[in-house]
């Protein structure tokens, strides 16, 4: 190395030393050493490295000011997924990405995603989440006390058991199936004749193995990497009757602890992450043949993939849960959903 270059590396390199040294010495006294992000479930799951890809934005893009820790299985409420946002409000939580499902007790307008068979593929979920109806959600989460950020995908929900092929409504009669929290899931599974039972995810593995329950719905993302085929979910039936998005979200008091310069670091990196984490959930799904559908087959598992005319006899039979659950719902808001699919671009 030259004599110059020497020294030019030489003075870059105490710069960068001066620099870090300053960016530390601008963390405002209020900041926490760390912020604790809840998760269901953890990296080795679309879910999980969307949080992942957003605490490792926020700490290059803060240079470390605002540091962030993954608490998976939602260990900061014991496992009880659905009563993650209120510990968000109360600042058991400082952050999250959570499912629409485990939010939507305490705010019922998140119920739009689980009315069955609303949303018939990815571009119908998009025209939600990205349209007017996703900003109306925002709107009264901010006003639920949480300040949202940006949307991510669990998924569309699949249904597994370990009985038989499901092709038609009937074929469910007397099935236990284990369901999330809310109750809409509940109507779903009774109006089509099966015996839901609701656990959280944490009992739910136990469950499927003991054979306490015989099946379960989740994205595939889930089935193939908590490996569900292992505990007897030999019969898989794609029918994408609902999907639930996740949202990126920030307790209020933490949001305004930060400077706004942060804070539009922190909403960045959220939309950053939440496009890179869709991305992760709908791989292997999206492209010809789901080649996902292909290695859970290798496994040995059955894999029914129904027909528009099999998917509308069990569209029919949760119709009436749908008009129900619009009312709680809240009307407009299903109808502009309604009109964001029917507008959708294919
Ligand atoms: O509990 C589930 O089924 C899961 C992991 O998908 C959710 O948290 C909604």
């Known amino acids: 190395m030259k004599r110059r270059n020497l020294f030019a590396a030489a003075a870059t ?3 960068t030393v001066l620099s870090l040294g300053s960016a530390h010495a601008q963390v405002p006294a209020n900041y926490k050493p760390e912020y604790k992000m809840s998760l269901v479930l953890g990296t080795a799951f679309p879910w999980g490295k969307g949080g992942e890809i957003w605490a490792d934005l926020v700490k290059q893009r803060t240079s470390g000011r605002i540091n962030i820790k993954l608490y998976p299985g939602v260990s900061l409420v014991q496992g009880d ?16 990405i959570g499912s629409t499902i485990n939010w939507s007790p305490q ?7 689980s009315l069955p068979f609303l949303m018939p593929d990815y571009a119908a979920i998009d025209a939600i989440t990205q349209g007017e109806p996703g900003k109306d959600i925002f709107k009264t989460l901010e006003k639920g006390g949480v300040v949202p950020l940006a949307w991510g995908e669990n ?3 699949e249904l597994s058991n370990s009985k038989r092929d499901i092709r038609k409504p009937e074929d469910l009669k007397g099935l236990k199936l284990r369901v999330v929290g809310s109750p809409l899931f509940i109507d779903t599974f009774t109006a089509l004749g099966a015996n839901p039972t609701q656990m959280s995810w944490a009992d739910a593995q136990p469950a499927l193995a003991s054979g306490a329950v015989d099946g379960q719905e989740n994205p595939l993302s889930i089935y193939t990497a908590a490996k569900l085929h ?8 794609v029918w994408g009757y609902m999907a639930d998005p996740l949202i990126f979200v920030v307790n209020r008091d933490v949001w305004e602890s930060w400077t706004p310069a942060d804070r539009d670091i922190v909403r960045q990196a959220a939309v950053d992450a939440g496009k890179q984490q869709i991305e992760i959930a709908r791989k292997g799904l999206t492209e010809a043949e789901a080649p996902v559908l292909k290695d ?3 496994n040995g598992v059955s894999v029914v993939k129904l027909s528009a005319a099999e998917r509308e006899a069990f569209a029919k039979a949760t119709r009436p849960v749908y008009d129900k659950w619009k009312k709680t719902v809240g009307e407009p808001l299903v109808a502009k959903a309604e009109a964001a699919v029917a507008a959708r671009k294919k």
């Open 13 to 15: 390199a105490l710069a």
């Open 81 to 96: 997924q659905t009563r993650e946002l209120t510990a968000i409000r109360q600042g058991v939580i400082d952050m999250a």
């Open 107 to 113: 705010v019922k307008e998140l119920n739009l995603f």
């Open 155 to 157: 998924g569309f929900r």
């Open 230 to 237: 292992t505990v007897a979910q030999k019969h898989l039936t």
């Open 296 to 298: 859970i087959a290798a």
